[in-house]
């Protein structure tokens, strides 16, 4: 069956530190996968998304994604972390065989960024 | 363009009550997807349709939820009767096909209590 772990239901991190949100899938061949993101009292915003090529994915607001194949994972990145990007984070993989459109969301990650 | 536009953003009703959610996708996006979230179970995929066509209703949690989609720019979930155990905040994403395996962009959500 296919899914989407995000291990960590709470990140914290200083402003001006690296911050990383955890995600690791499972899927039956090629995964497509995406970051979304939650501010209060809005709907999700798509991120970034990794459907073939550069492992590494470059995104909206200075976010960044690492797929590793091996490790079956795609954690999110950001080199220095601003108190606005405090919002929950929700991973989402499609697999390539699905043979439908339908996203698998993780249980979404809360970062908080403290000045 | 005005996005993924939802109404009504806010509802209180009594349990036992019909309650009618609506929703505009993006124009000439052919796929519309209908999703829950709720502190408990996170975020769950409800029903989706592709050119106003229902594909998958397995998410649907009982027969008091109905859902149509009468044309391209409009669909509804229903919930008759609706019960406390509905509260929750519900979002309409839709999406565009392709090998691009375009993201989905969201609504900013109803949030529904029944008392």
């Known amino acids: 069956a296919q899914s989407v772990a995000q291990p960590e239901d709470q990140v914290k991190v200083a402003e001006g530190n690296p911050l990383t949100v955890k995600c690791t899938y499972s899927v039956s061949g090629n995964p497509y996968l995406f970051w979304y993101v939650q501010y209060p009292n809005r709907g999700l915003q798509f991120l970034l998304k990794y459907i073939t090529g550069d492992n590494l994915v470059k995104g909206s607001y200075g976010f960044e994604a690492e797929f590793n194949k091996s490790q079956t994972s795609f954690h999110l990145k950001k080199p220095s972390a601003l108190v606005s990007d405090s919002a929950l984070y929700f991973c989402?993989?499609?697999?390539?065989?699905?043979?439908?459109?339908?996203?698998?969301f993780g249980t979404g990650t809360r970062l908080q960024v403290f000045p | 363009d005005a996005g993924v536009i939802q109404s009504p953003r806010h509802e209180v009703t009594e349990m036992g009550q019909e309650v009618t959610l609506r929703c505009k996708p993006i124009s000439g996006h052919d796929y519309l997807f209908w999703y829950r979230q709720t502190m408990m179970r996170g975020l769950e995929l409800l029903i989706y349709?592709?050119?106003?066509?229902?594909?998958?209703d397995s998410g649907m949690p009982e027969d008091r939820f109905s859902a149509k989609m009468p044309n391209a720019s409009f669909s509804t979930l229903k919930i008759q009767p609706s019960e406390p155990r509905d509260s929750a905040v519900y979002f309409c994403?839709?999406?565009?096909?392709?090998?691009?395996?375009?993201?989905?962009?969201f609504g900013p959500g109803t949030r529904l209590t029944v008392l």
């Open positions: 349709f592709n050119n106003n066509v229902p594909i998958d």
């Open positions: 989402a993989v499609r697999g390539a065989l699905f043979g439908t459109d339908k996203l698998i």
């Open positions: 994403a839709s999406s565009l096909s392709g090998s691009s395996y375009n993201e989905q962009f």
